[in-house]
């Protein structure tokens, strides 16, 4: 259970004291202490203003603060009053850990912000599949069989559905809604319907749903009846797409591409051209956003001892150009990496000692982490830290975060 921030509680009133009320003996407050405050009374405009100012910050914050009580609930804004797609109450500070509860339909989810981690039940994990989490925060869902191609967004923490056009107004007839449950190999266990990539456009009207590996992309707004479909090829580059800041990223052989709506059709355009040698078979491409910047980790093998390096470039799309750098945001964070996404954390928001700064530690989707090649790499001096293979889970901070980004 989520527990009210410090911040809003109200002051503990001293109880060795025994003042009273002047002229109030025999009211109900005649027996509290002079500096009890009827906190539930404050009024709607003080209300109204720290509900603003908490929302603001996380809204994490803003549900704990209506769940006070109903005097403070009336005086600010439901959620659900307003659209899925309103960012105001979005938990994009909060992403969702990948190891289950005891209850099949808990979930923890961790503020990378600030390393505090609460948990949650989320009710419809009973009869939906995960497809992805947004970067908005918000869990992209599917009907489990019989009736898969049944979509929706929910916000974890507000309870907010939002519902989708069917998935079979976007994919081809051999993978409609009859025939899913007859194939194993088109279930949406499978890694063909894994939708990372998916989110919000920045005309905040406008679902993104990306299916990678079937090079689809699909657009709808809540309400519509079908999406509109555009294909796309990676040219065997091995990268998978991302949203950031409103807008659809992803890389084939002509470079970073931007997906645009404005003029025309939907289409990709080139956000910036790729200015490194590479290899289309052997290298990888990971899209990831550090501090509101928007990156690129390139994965190469060495030329001599055939060893794996990560380089890591700024994505200037003012002037369409990478920047090689070695740090990882201005404060140094550490970014945990996986094949279909990424978290970036900062180290100073957990124990000393337990992360590095300016490190990229490895999912265990990884192959080179698979094969216990390496788990963590430093950006500094290209040093590698080896994983802990003598344990059969996650017993460090690094480890569970790289488990919390795996994606199977």
């Known amino acids: 259970m989520m527990k009210?921030?410090?911040?809003?509680?109200?002051?503990?009133?001293?109880?060795n004291r025994d003042a009273r009320y002047p002229g109030d003996s025999d009211n109900r407050h005649a027996n509290l202490p002079c500096c009890w405050r009827d906190w539930s009374n404050l009024g709607d405009g003080p209300v109204g203003l720290i509900a603003e100012r908490v929302l603001a910050y996380d809204v994490a914050d803003y549900v704990r603060f209506r769940a006070v009580c109903s005097p403070w609930r009336q005086s600010s804004t439901e959620p659900r009053t307003h659209s899925g797609l309103d960012r105001r109450f979005h938990p994009s500070k909060w992403t969702m850990l990948r190891e289950e509860l005891t209850s099949p339909t808990g979930r923890s989810f961790l503020n990378t912000s600030t390393g505090q981690c609460v948990q949650i039940d989320i009710p419809e994990l009973r009869d939906h599949e995960l497809l992805a989490l947004t970067p908005e925060g918000l869990l992209v869902l599917a009907r489990k069989p019989p009736c898969t191609t049944t979509l929706c967004m929910l916000n974890p923490l507000t309870r907010q559905l939002i519902q989708l056009p069917p998935l079979s107004s976007l994919l081809p007839s051999e993978f409609h809604d009859d025939m899913l449950p007859e194939r194993d190999a088109l279930s949406l266990q499978g890694s063909h319907f894994r939708a990372w990539g998916s989110g919000i456009l920045n005309d905040d009207s406008t679902v993104v749903l990306c299916f990678h590996h079937l090079y689809m992309l699909g657009m709808a707004k809540p309400g519509d009846d079908h999406w509109t479909l555009l294909d796309y090829d990676d040219g065997c580059i091995r990268a998978t797409p991302?949203?950031?800041?409103?807008?659809?990223?992803?890389?084939?052989?002509?470079?970073?591409?931007?997906?645009?709506?404005?003029?025309?059709?939907?289409?990709?355009?080139?956000a910036a051209k790729l200015n490194m040698p590479f290899c289309r078979m052997m290298d990888t491409f990971h899209l990831v956003n550090i501090c509101g910047q928007l990156m690129l980790v390139h994965c190469h093998l060495g030329r001599m001892d055939r060893a794996l390096f990560y380089d890591t470039y700024r994505v200037d799309l003012d002037n369409g150009t990478l920047l090689l750098v070695k740090r990882l945001g201005s404060a140094g964070h550490a970014l945990f990496l996986g094949m279909r996404c990424s978290l970036s954390v900062s180290p100073k928001v957990f124990p000393s000692g337990s992360i590095c700064a300016d490190t990229i530690y490895l999912s265990f989707d990884i192959n080179s982490r698979r094969s216990m090649m390496d788990g963590g790499y430093h950006l500094a001096d290209d040093g590698v830290e080896l994983p802990n293979s003598s344990v059969s889970r996650p017993h460090t901070l690094a480890e569970c975060l790289s488990l919390a980004n795996t994606i199977s």
């Open 4 to 15: 009210l921030p410090a911040l809003l509680l109200p002051p503990r009133p001293d109880l």
């Open 242 to 270: 991302m949203m950031f800041q409103g807008c659809f990223y992803c890389i084939n052989q002509s470079g970073l591409m931007v997906l645009e709506k404005t003029g025309g059709p939907p289409r990709l355009e080139v």
